[in-house]
Structure formats: structure tokens, C-alpha cells
């Protein structure tokens, strides 16, 4: 997912991740499990702009587009699925200050529970 890759390389600079975990082929078979995709809300107005993944009360993921970021897409998604979803938290990469801010924007809150994202060295808090 180019959009992972562009905000994650700076932070864990780590092409074996980016290059890997992160090509499309790698993200894609991660979506093609039926209950996986159950779980996925895509915000689409003729093009498939954003995502956003929910699993029980945790927001798992939240994608938009490089390309139609800051169009209040990530807005809509998330407000929507706290209206309609029992969503309490989520994970957020510490360093990612940018996501950190727009988790708080839309009411999420830092706590002090913490753990390392899977393939890396990076520290991932609770919001």
C-alpha cells in the first residue's frame, strides 16, 4: 500500500518492511479472507478513496488515498464508524505524529498502554 509506505518508511526506515510487508501483493492476501473483508468500510464516490477496518470495538486500520488526503475523507470514515460501530480504540505508531493528531481531532485520547508494531522496532500506542 503506497500510502503505508510513504508514512511509514521515514518512521521505521526499514526497506526489508517497506518493500516487503508493505507491496500490494503482501496487503492484498490479507484482505482475501471473507471475515476480514466483512469488516471493511471503503468510502467511494466513483473511485475507492478510503478505508477503514473495524474488529469488535477497535479500529484496525484507516487508509485514504495520498492522492485525496486532507479532503476530509478520514473524517467522514471515522466519524462514521463511531457513530454506527461500538469503536472504543485504536493503535497509532508513536512517532506518526500527523495520525496522532487526527485521532485526538476526532476525540481519541492517549492512554499509557504501549507495544512494538509487529516487523519493527517502532512503539504503537493505545488512542
Do not use: C
Not at 526499514?14 to 507491496?23: A, C, K, R, T, W
Not at 477497535?58 to 464508524?81: P, T
Not at 493528531?101 to 488512542?127: C, N, Q, S
Request: aromatic share 16%; glycine share 6%.
Amino acid at each position: 500500500m503506497f500510502v503505508k509506505r510513504i508514512k511509514y518508511r521515514p518512521i521505521f526506515r526499514n526497506d526489508e518492511y517497506s518493500f516487503g510487508e508493505l507491496q500490494v501483493l503482501s496487503v492484498a492476501e490479507k484482505y482475501s479472507e471473507p471475515a476480514v473483508l466483512d469488516n471493511i468500510l471503503v468510502y467511494d464516490d466513483g473511485f475507492v478513496k478510503g478505508l477503514i477496518r473495524i474488529e469488535k470495538n477497535e479500529i484496525v486500520e484507516l487508509y485514504v488515498d495520498y492522492f485525496f488526503q486532507g479532503q476530509g475523507i478520514g473524517s467522514r470514515l471515522i466519524e462514521y464508524a463511531k457513530e454506527y460501530y461500538p469503536v472504543e480504540f485504536l493503535w497509532v505508531i508513536e512517532k506518526n505524529t500527523d495520525a496522532v493528531r487526527f485521532y485526538e481531532a476526532h476525540g481519541f485520547h492517549l492512554t499509557d498502554i504501549k507495544k512494538i508494531e509487529a516487523g519493527t522496532t517502532e512503539v504503537k500506542m493505545e488512542r
